[in-house]
């Protein structure tokens, strides 16, 4: 996960389009248990919780939130702060 951040970051500096297969971990693989999810923004601008077994693996370098991930960023759909 951290070479798929500098590569993502790396790219995101040169203005260059990048597309990163994540490596989390996964239980069941078939979307049920939760455990493989990462925090993307979409192309709404909201960041959402996504299932690297059945979403991905594969996400644009950009989209994933990489120094939150095994977190639930602020602002992400769902939180607390977007309840209120
Ligand atoms: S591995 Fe279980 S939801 Fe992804």
Redesign the pocket.
Known sequence: MPMLASVAAESMARKVFSQCSVEES????????????LPVIGEDGITRML????DGPIFRGDRVRWSEIGTVPEGTWGSEALRS
Request: charged share 5%; net charge positive.
């Open positions: 996964m239980a069941c693989g078939i979307g049920v248990c939760m455990t493989c999810v299932r690297s077994c059945v």
